[in-house]
């Protein structure tokens, strides 16, 4: 009986661990990230489809693996969740003397006709700065409009413990959405903030990696556009194929 039990555990073990590999063969990590099956690089066997091809990309140092069809890079697969992290992008909003209200740039991410879709337990819409009114638009603005606002006088009033709605704010985005665009207006064009809030940013990120500080406020830290990239998490399916 104890046998039969070990045999059954070490065959549900053998069943667990390949099903987080690539298959024999393939390339099973790119740089740090494992990548595996129905993930794969380069060889169309070692990849379900072309949506789950990745792209390992040796210009970096180490590597960084990228989805083929959407060149966005990849930080983790989570294979057991049917989850990807991939790296998402910010819209901001700055003072500007000479044409305020203009100084915008709007910021989408577009997974339509993809197997991917916004992780709604997982993700945030997230939105910093002192003079803020953020929303964040489905593919229709009729079927999805939420937002939040962050709105205070002055940098005494927050601290890096401080609720949303105080140099922040946050909120939930709806299930099963493949395309979110990021729209900011600022009730003053930041005229009142300029000296030491003077843009607003707006975001989708997974709700365990933001942590609100005081120093994010600054446009210095988003003057870098590697440090106007934070993972979001997408959910996954293969489609009606065994």
């Not at 070692?46 to 792209?55: E, H, L, Y």
């Not at 879709?117 to 993700?123: G, I, L, Q, T, V």
């Amino acid at each position: 009986m104890v046998f039969h039990v070990l045999l059954q555990l070490l065959w549900l073990t053998t069943i667990a661990l390949a099903s987080s590999t690539a298959k024999p063969g393939c390339q099973p990590k790119c740089g740090n990230v494992s990548i595996p099956y129905p993930f794969g690089i380069g060889d169309p066997n070692s990849f379900i489809n072309s949506w789950f091809n990745v792209t390992s990309n040796t210009t970096f140092d180490p590597p960084k693996p990228f989805l083929y069809l959407r060149p966005i890079e990849v930080l983790e697969i989570l294979l057991q969740e049917e989850q990807i992290s991939v790296t998402g992008w910010m819209g901001w909003d700055c003072y500007s003397e000479t044409a305020p209200g203009n100084n915008l740039y709007m910021g989408y991410v577009n997974f339509t006709g993809t197997p991917y879709m916004f992780s709604e337990a997982k993700n945030l819409f997230t939105a910093i700065g002192f003079d803020t009114l953020a929303y964040v638009v489905g593919p229709n603005a009729t079927e999805f409009t939420t937002g939040c606002a962050s709105i205070c006088a002055n940098i005494e009033s927050v601290t890096n413990r401080s609720y949303s709605g105080i140099g922040f704010c946050q909120t939930f985005i709806a299930h099963g959405l493949k395309y979110l665009e990021f729209s900011l207006q600022s009730y003053k064009f930041h005229n009142l903030t300029k000296d030491f809030s003077p843009c607003s940013y707006a975001f989708v990120v997974d709700k365990d990696y933001f942590n609100f500080s005081i120093p994010l406020i600054s446009l210095q830290d988003f003057s870098d556009e590697s440090k106007r990239r934070f993972p979001i998490v997408l959910d996954w399916v293969i489609g009606d194929e065994t």
